[in-house]
C-alpha cells in the first residue's frame, strides 16, 4: 500500500523568488518512484520531475529540483526563479518501479495550489 | 511523446442518466488508467483499463457503476452509470508505456444536476 501526504494545501510566492513545496509519502515497494505533476487551471496534468528511489542524487530539471530523503520518506520540490506560468495545483505522487519506468499506476497526494505573484 | 486525446472536455447530465468519456492514444500504450478526481481533491484511482479482458477495479470502485472498455491499445472508455450529485468530479485518463512515464487526457469536468 502507498500513501502521499502534502500537508501545505495552499503556497504563495513572488515572481523570481525560490519555493519548497512538501510531501512526505509511505510505501510498502522496495523499489519505487517519485513525482511532482503540475495541474494548471485547463486541468492537464503535466509531468515535471521524477526520482528513482534507489537513486541519491537528487533529480533535477531546469528551475525545479527536488530534495529526496529516503530515510525520512520525505521528497520535497524547489521551484527556483519562479514564473508566473508556473501557477498551478501541484501534486506528489509515487508508483512501483517497472524498470526504467513506473507501471503508471499512481497515488497521489492532495495537492498544494501555488499562486505566483506579479 | 504521446498524447492523449480525451472527450468530451466538460458535461452537464441529468441524474440517472449514463455518461461515456473516450481517450484515445496517438500511439500503442501498454497500459491505460482511469482517476476520479472530486471537486478540490486529489486523484485516485479507478481502474487499469486491460487491453482485451475485463478492467481491474480499486477499492470502492464496481464495474456496474464505471464499466470500462479497451478493445484495443490505443483507445479506452470509461462510463458513469445511473448518475448522482456526488458523481460530479473531473475524471481523467492516463497511458503509461514501457518508455514513458505516465502522461494524462486533458480530463472531463462532470456536473450531474
Known amino acids: 500500500a502507498q500513501t502521499v501526504t502534502q500537508s501545505q494545501p495552499e503556497m504563495s510566492v513572488q515572481e523570481a523568488e525560490t519555493v519548497t513545496l512538501s510531501c512526505t509519502y509511505d510505501?510498502?515497494?522496495?523499489?519505487?518512484?517519485l513525482f511532482w505533476y503540475k495541474q494548471p487551471p485547463s486541468r492537464q496534468m503535466i509531468l515535471v520531475i521524477r526520482?528513482?528511489?534507489?537513486?541519491?542524487q537528487n533529480a533535477t530539471e531546469n528551475r525545479f529540483s527536488v530534495n529526496f530523503q529516503k530515510a525520512a520518506k520525505s521528497f520535497s520540490l524547489k521551484i527556483s526563479d519562479s514564473q508566473l506560468g508556473d501557477t498551478a495545483m501541484y501534486f506528489c505522487a509515487s508508483g512501483a518501479n517497472a524498470g526504467g519506468t513506473s507501471y503508471g499506476k499512481l497515488t497521489f497526494g492532495q495537492g498544494t495550489i501555488l499562486t505566483v505573484h506579479p | 511523446s504521446a498524447v492523449i486525446s480525451q472527450k468530451p472536455s466538460r458535461d452537464i447530465c441529468q441524474r440517472g442518466t449514463s455518461l461515456t468519456i473516450q481517450c484515445q492514444v496517438d500511439s500503442q500504450v501498454t497500459m491505460m488508467f482511469w482517476y476520479r478526481q472530486q471537486p478540490g481533491q486529489s486523484l485516485t484511482l479507478i481502474a487499469t483499463a486491460n487491453q482485451g479482458s475485463e478492467a481491474t477495479y480499486e477499492s470502492g470502485f464496481v464495474i456496474d457503476k464505471f464499466p470500462i472498455s479497451r478493445p484495443n491499445l490505443t483507445f479506452s472508455t470509461l462510463t458513469v452509470s445511473n448518475m448522482s450529485p456526488e458523481d460530479s468530479s473531473i475524471y481523467l485518463c492516463s497511458g503509461r508505456d514501457r518508455n514513458t512515464e505516465a502522461f494524462f487526457g486533458q480530463g472531463t469536468r462532470l456536473t450531474v444536476v
Open positions: 510505501t510498502s515497494e522496495s523499489n519505487y518512484y
Open positions: 526520482q528513482e528511489a534507489y537513486k541519491q
